[in-house]
């Protein structure tokens, strides 16, 4: 079993940076794969970033690729993804998420592949 809470989202105006975090519980969290997904008003929950349980590899949406960065802490219990040169069309709600086949070597980009999700934090990027 696998609790998750994400921190650090916020308001900032367009290039510039924020970190969000994930900070998780349960004695299974080093062995999952771990996700960012996000939620725009009137759209769908979109994937953003993967980093497989041992922290490599890790994948990125085309639409944040050269601009986020997802990091795991295991002995944290923690997963954080850091945003730079953000852009108006960033803003949204995010959502960690951990899933997949525990140790799998697999890349897992849809929701569906997930089974705990936090809470979200919002992020609002203005022009």
């Known amino acids: 079993q696998v609790q998750l809470v994400e921190s650090g989202g916020g308001l900032v105006q367009a290039g510039g940076s924020l970190r969000l975090s994930c900070a998780a519980s349960?004695?299974?969290?080093?062995?999952?794969?771990m996700g960012w997904f996000r939620q725009a008003p009137g759209k769908e929950r979109e994937f953003v970033a993967t980093i497989r349980w041992n922290g490599s590899p890790t994948y990125y949406a085309d639409s944040v690729k050269g601009r986020f960065t997802i990091s795991r802490d295991n002995a944290k219990n923690t997963v954080y993804l850091q945003m730079n040169s953000l852009k108006p069309d960033d803003t949204a709600v995010y959502y960690c998420?951990?899933?997949?086949?525990?140790?799998?070597?697999?890349?897992?980009?849809?929701?569906?592949?997930?089974?705990?999700w936090g809470q979200g934090t919002q992020v609002t990027v203005s022009s």
């Open positions: 349960g004695r299974t969290f080093s062995t999952y794969a």
């Open positions: 998420a951990a899933g997949g086949t525990p140790y799998s070597s697999s890349v897992y980009i849809r929701p569906y592949d997930y089974g705990y």
